[in-house]
């Protein structure tokens, strides 16, 4: 089946190397991450989290929302999502994979990674962070391409393939709560400390995996004409306007228990994610096709900020486990290397999307 991956038009192969010479660039400047450390980077003694960390933050969440559309098609036995639940076990795939690559790329170096891996130390929740990330990794890739393998023949997925994805659902819920332990047991940071924070979390991730869902199906149907169906569609939309709500009343919330009142970032996060939910609930106003798209890809963008730019890097001024403040800016080598984790995650879900609607294109004909 992979070889459909290498089938298509003029505009398909632009882009695939558009992601390529964006990987190149990525690992050049890892390349210089790799010989100098960390110190290349933005991040110091004081400022020790910085971009890569944001960004896993919200890819983590990406991944772990997946797990919706599976719990729905399986458990609750909503036939609709039956095109959409393949496409949602890739996306997972695909942001698992960056997840772990910005870890890799916040320790400086990969030989510590490799340390990670040969000395576990299991009282880490990096520890712990990591091999749920890979379980859930590999229960998303199998399960999904024996699912779509299993399609193409025309016979039932193997028996075994229900069980990998009711695994699947527990690490989920897993991954994202001790990426928000691990926020929330460190002492004297007032952005993160809160029980709440696991509940935001939760909450934010279903919205912005759902809105991403949307966007990555309206983006097939008008680039390939492979439509997940409008049923689908509509339920999705329904549980990414009502997570949105709760993450921006609990993001309210925190507007006046905490400095993100001050920090214009999240301001802009707060007022476009509420922007998009009313869009989103309002029938009448999602009913056009721009504004509902519109509102889908500002919901990801506020949730991304309110977790990536604002949670970890705050416009400038990060907080330090120590209670002071340190200023932090990105460098080009951070920027060069986060955008090329992000176009190698898109470069894997753009030639697994190829393969799911060669496949289904091909049974429905």
Known sequence: ????????????????????????????????????????????????WGIYTAQFTFLIGVAASSVLVVFLYYLLHQHEFAKTVIIALFMAASAALMSILFVVADMGKPDRFLNLI?????????????????????????????????????VPPPVWVKSVLYISIPLALFIYTVTAVLYAGLPDLNLWLTIMLAIRFIASACAAGCSLLIVVTLILKRTTGFDAGKKASEKLVTFAAYAGLANIFLLGLAFFTTSYSNVPWMWFSFITGVVSIIILLVPALRKSQQLFVAACTTLVLSIWIDKSAGLMIGGGPVPVPLGSIAEYVPTSIEIFVALGIWSFGTLLLTALLKVVVAVKVENEC
């Not at 880490?124 to 299993?150: E, N, Q, R």
């Open 1 to 48: 089946m992979i070889e459909n991956a290498l089938k298509g038009n003029r505009a398909y192969w632009i882009w695939i190397a558009s992601l390529f010479a964006l990987i190149a660039t990525g690992l050049s400047a890892y390349y210089q991450q790799r010989w100098f450390g960390l110190g290349v980077t933005g991040m110091g003694v004081d400022a020790s």
């Open 118 to 154: 040969f000395y576990p130390n299991p009282r880490s929740l990096v520890f712990w962070d990591l091999l749920l990330l890979s379980g859930y990794l590999a229960t998303s890739i199998i399960s999904g391409w024996a699912m779509l393998g299993a399609e193409k023949k025309g």
